[in-house]
Structures are given as C-alpha cells and as structure tokens.
C-alpha cells in the first residue's frame, strides 16, 4: 500500500488560475513537507508541518499557501500561477523519533505545467 | 549556509563495474546523512541513513560513508546492473530553528548499460 500518495499526479493549467494539489499518509507520522523540484531538479523545501502546525516556511511566496486538516494530510494550494510555478511538487512524511533520525518518505509527485 | 555538492553530475559504465558517487557539504553540524533513489518520473526511494555519529551503512550491494570532519560522503555501488539507472540524491539533515531539514544536493544521474 502507497505510504504517501499525492493527487493529482500531473495538473496543467492557465497561468492566473488557482490549483490544489493533495497529500496523504498512512505511516501515521507527525511531521510532513512540501518540496520543490525544479527543471534543474534541485530539490528544495517549501513547507513543514509538524501535528497541524507549520513550522517552516521557506520564504515562499504567500500565493502558495499550504493546510493540514489533520496529521495524515497536507494540501498545497497555489494562488494566481505563474510560468515559474511550473516544476515536480512532492510531498513527504516523517516520523519524529528524536534527535532528527528518522528516514523521510516521498509521495510519488505532481507536475504541474503553467501554458 | 549548508550547500550539499554531488560529483560527478552525469555517469555512465557498462554493467558489472564498480562505482563510486561522491557527496561533500559545507556545514559538518548534520544530523544525519541520507541517500535517495529518483527514478524518471517518480518520488524519491531513501537508500540509507547514516547518523552523524556513524562512519558507514549497508545494504545488499550498497555501501555509504560518512567522514563528517571532512564534510564528506560516498555512495559505493558493487556490480551495477541496468536496474541501478536511476539519479542518486544526497542530503544531510540539519537544524532550523527549533526543528530539522534536508538539504539536498543536485544528484548523480547513473546510466549502467548492459
């Protein structure tokens, strides 16, 4: 069974449209992320939440404004998309057993392609 | 600022050999060292994990390394197969705020070729 599924797994739009993308886990951890991928395929940290509370934000721009409804999930909504949006988006999970140790999971993905 | 550099960029070897990938940061205060595997088109498959406080890890044909002194890692691949293709990620968990988080290299992209 997929640990941490993401919905949709590709999303074309028109650039100034609002998108949601979706997540969800089920290895029952306290900590989830949003990563960006880009062209380059740098992969770089947007958001993390640990148990509903946000607690990084890397200097995103506010059209991007993630929710935790509750532990297993974290959605990304995107505000007004620009062309520069365009890039593999994933989300991952983490359990929190101290000291930083534990191994983090990554959902399988969703590019999003701004026309 | 932590920067995580992966060398080389791109590789390819015929299948059977033995490799090396290269991982080296700038910060030695990590918590932890991982290494992924990204395949085409898909999420990222953590490999191993090693503490800070570790100098190496194993599984099955895959041995990492830790000089945490020297900021640096290796990822060591024992007879490649074509399966072994994929981009290989480095990142080292670090402290932020009153919380941790990754920082990832750019990868190695590997083609092993029968």
């Known amino acids: 069974d997929t640990a941490v599924s993401q919905t949709p797994k590709y999303l074309v739009t028109q650039m100034g449209n609002d998108k949601s993308i979706k997540c969800e886990q089920n290895?029952?951890?306290?900590?989830m992320y949003w990563y960006k991928q880009d062209s380059k395929k740098f992969l770089k940290i947007m958001f993390s939440?640990?148990?509903?509370?946000?607690?990084i934000n890397e200097t995103v721009p506010n059209r991007f404004s993630p929710k935790s409804p509750d532990k297993a999930h974290l959605n990304l909504h995107i505000n007004s998309l620009e062309l520069g949006d365009s890039a593999v988006y994933f989300c991952?999970?983490?359990?929190?057993?101290?000291?930083?140790?534990?191994?983090?999971?990554f959902g399988p993905g969703t590019r999003l392609t701004v026309l | 600022k932590q920067e995580v550099t992966q060398i080389p960029a791109a590789l390819s070897v015929p299948e059977g050999e033995n490799l090396v990938l290269n991982c080296s940061f700038t910060?030695?205060?990590?918590?932890?060292l991982q290494w992924f595997r990204q395949d085409p088109g898909k999420g990222l498959t953590s490999l191993l994990l090693?503490?800070?406080?570790?100098r190496e890890q194993t599984s099955g044909r895959l041995n990492a390394s830790l000089d945490k002194s020297s900021g640096r890692s290796t990822l060591y691949i024992a007879a490649s197969q074509p399966g072994d293709s994929a981009t290989y990620l480095c990142?080292?968990?670090?402290?932020?705020?009153?919380?941790?988080?990754?920082?990832f290299g750019a990868g190695t992209r590997l083609a092993v070729h029968p």
């Open positions: 990142a080292v968990r670090i402290k932020s705020g009153g919380y941790n988080k990754l920082i």
């Open positions: 991952a999970s983490r359990g929190t057993g101290g000291g930083g140790t534990d191994t983090q999971y």
């Open positions: 090693i503490q800070s406080s570790q």
């Open positions: 290895l029952g951890h306290d900590t």
């Open positions: 910060d030695s205060a990590i918590y932890n």
């Open positions: 939440y640990n148990n509903k509370e946000l607690i």
